[in-house]
């Protein structure tokens, strides 16, 4: 090559050690680092801080107005740089959503190797970023870049919420019945697609899934049936349901054969494509696991997948469900599903 010619970009996730969620430190070290964090008296008004390590804090503005407010950035999961924006923010804004709340607006937060990505490349990441808050409703009021090592980019996102529709993660009751929005499987795709092994049918629904915005979030929120709900990210099923479970002081038991997973899954995890991020999820809250049934390894590396932009896991009353699962279907989420409950216990997952 002539050495006025312009070098070709690297890919995208070849800059990154863990793409996505997947690069989240692992939920038991994660744990250690912030004890003791939350040393400082807690003012009355805010209502969801780190404690039971939900989807964004909460702060009570007056008697109908709650801020919801969080951050979320990582670095490529895919090759092209506008569906990488475009998956980073809307798993940002996932967050607002999770807590009942409707989005106002977002930051950016962007650090880029700006020797090595072209300004057209990291345009479009922004671009792609800049699409998913039209989608939501929303502008990008501001933010901050830095020159980094790997290519980051995500958003703090805040929203509003009325004080009793806040859906805390450990308000779940005995006997809810556990529905889930998005099917399983986001690590397992990402694993094959940077090892060049996704076909572009499966990438085209990596991308369709991690890009569809948790909508029903804010409906779901004013169900009086809906007691509690989270979004399932980087710690996987189980990490995210074992949270569930340790806030509310009670067990749940997940159905296996009924949570939907992404059709190609299955098959690529039985062909080796796993992340490293699911090792390090089930080293960390396997032990907390019941099962009364078998589990290959490729079941543990399912439920320990981390997940990206991942689906909605709401705790509710039996009454409700159908009502829950309309919602989702109205929104778009034919895989939403029925996949288990919360039982009596001490904060354990059972896998029946």
């Not at 039971?52 to 090759?79: C, G, K, R, S, W």
């Not at 996102?157 to 806040?166: F, M, Q």
């Not at 749940?252 to 390090?280: H, N, Q």
């Not at 997948?305 to 034919?334: H, K, M, N, W, Y």
Request: contains cysteine.
């Amino acid at each position: 090559m002539n050495a006025s010619e312009p070098q070709a970009e690297p890919r995208l996730t070849s800059l990154s050690h863990g793409g996505g969620c997947g690069c989240k430190i692992a939920p038991g070290v994660l744990s250690g680092i912030l004890r003791g964090t939350a040393a400082l008296p807690i003012p009355e008004a805010l209502l969801v801080g780190i404690e039971t390590a939900d989807d964004a804090a909460v702060y009570q503005l007056n008697e109908h107005q709650a801020l919801v407010a969080t951050t979320d950035f990582f670095m490529p999961i895919v090759d092209d740089p506008q569906d990488f924006g475009r998956i980073a923010a809307t798993n940002a804004i996932s967050d607002v959503y999770a807590m009942g709340g409707t989005p106002i607006f977002a930051l950016a937060l962007v650090g880029m190797p700006i020797n090595v990505l072209s300004v057209a490349t990291i345009g479009k990441i922004l671009d792609g970023g800049s699409q998913a808050c039209r989608a939501a409703g929303i502008p990008i009021a501001g933010g901050h870049t830095i020159d980094s090592v790997e290519a980051i980019y995500g958003l703090v996102a805040l929203g509003l919420v009325d004080p009793a529709h806040v859906k805390k993660n450990a308000a779940a009751r005995e006997g809810d019945v556990l529905v889930f929005g998005k099917p399983l499987g986001v690590g397992i795709y990402s694993a094959a697609l940077k090892k060049g092994q996704l076909d572009q049918a499966g990438y085209a629904d990596m991308v369709a899934t991690t890009t569809r915005l948790n909508t029903p979030g804010p409906k779901l929120a004013k169900l009086p049936g809906v007691h509690a709900m989270t979004d399932v990210t980087g710690f996987g099923l189980g990490g995210h349901a074992l949270e569930m479970a340790r806030g509310a002081g009670l067990g749940i038991r997940l159905d296996w054969a009924k949570v939907p997973l992404l059709e190609r899954a299955r098959g690529l995890a039985e062909a080796g494509y796993i992340t490293g991020a699911s090792g390090r999820n089930w080293a960390s809250y396997g032990a907390e696991i019941d099962f009364n049934r078998a589990m290959s390894p490729v079941d543990q590396a399912l439920l320990s997948d981390p997940q990206t932009s991942g689906g909605l896991l709401v705790a509710c009353a039996p009454e409700a469900v159908a009502e829950v699962l309309a919602i989702f279907r109205a929104e778009g989420f034919g895989a939403a599903a029925v996949i288990g409950e919360v039982t009596g216990g001490a904060g354990r997952l059972a896998i029946a």
